[in-house]
T-cell receptor
Framework: GENVEQHPSTLSVQEGDSAVIKCTYS??????FPWYKQELGKGPQLIID?????GEKKDQRIAVTLNKTAKHFSLHITETQPEDSAVYFC??????????????FGKGTKLSVKP | GAGVSQSPSNKVTEKGKDVELRCDPI?????LYWYRQSLGQGLEFLIY????????KSGLPSDRFSAERTGGSVSTLTIQRTQQEDSAVYLC?????????????FGPGTRLTVT
């Protein structure tokens, strides 16, 4: 089955710097890659996603890149702010015919942005 | 509008007891997912309901775990004869439809502690 590896497990940056989180996946049939942000005591919230027919997607300070050949995708946060501090999860999903889109998650990256 | 709600928010139970966890999805969402999040780990898929189709139970870790969804809305996850390794946060998510096209919205989770 699909396996998603995520690095680093913890990341500390100064406010205003950029943060990059990387994930690799094992199943080349994976075609949907969302990123979730989880704040303390809350459920994960989708912040950006990318599908396999796209190489890069941006939304203000957040961008995601996908390299299908290498089977890895990355989250880039620019001009980090203290409120970006949270645990970030990458995930991959396979949808074949009538199969469902259950997500396979990485183990998360705890991002700390120091003011 | 109202998001996904889960109850209870916290549950402490003795080893060997049965527990029931409840999930109220967003109104109109046909797909419902249960995940387990152990300390320092990513989210582990448990079970998936889509409309009137038979649920995908492929993620359930043992036959002590079961779930049902009544009337296509509220879902209950039941863990029988709880063990200490069942301690985790149990997250429910719903989406407008099944498959990777649809964003999954997560509830705040139920923190289960088995003593």
């Amino acid at each position: 089955g699909e396996n998603v590896e995520q690095h680093p497990s913890t990341l500390s940056v100064q406010e205003g710097d950029s943060a990059v989180i990387k994930c690799t996946y094992s199943d080349s049939a994976s075609n949907y890659f969302p990123w979730y942000k989880q704040e303390l005591g809350k459920g994960p919230q989708l912040i950006i996603d990318i599908r396999s027919n796209v190489g890069e997607k941006k939304d203000q300070r957040i961008a995601v890149t996908l390299n299908k050949t290498a089977k890895h995708f990355s989250l880039h946060i620019t001009e980090t702010q203290p409120e970006d501090s949270a645990v970030y999860f990458c995930a991959a999903s396979i949808s074949r015919g009538g199969s469902q889109g259950n997500l396979i998650f990485g183990k998360g990256t705890k991002l700390s942005v120091k003011p | 509008g109202a998001g996904v709600s889960q109850s209870p928010s916290n549950k402490v139970t003795e080893k060997g007891k049965d527990v029931e966890l409840r999930c109220d999805p967003i109104s109109g969402h046909t797909a419902l997912y249960w995940y387990r999040q152990s300390l320092g780990q990513g989210l582990e898929f448990l079970i998936y309901f889509q409309g009137n189709s038979a649920p995908d139970k492929s993620g359930l870790p043992s036959d002590r775990f079961s779930a049902e969804r009544t009337g296509g809305s509220v879902s209950t996850l039941t863990i029988q004869r709880t063990q200490q390794e069942d301690s985790a946060v149990y997250l429910c998510a719903s989406s407008k439809g099944g498959g990777w096209t649809y964003e999954q919205y997560f509830g705040p989770g139920t923190r289960l502690t088995v003593t």
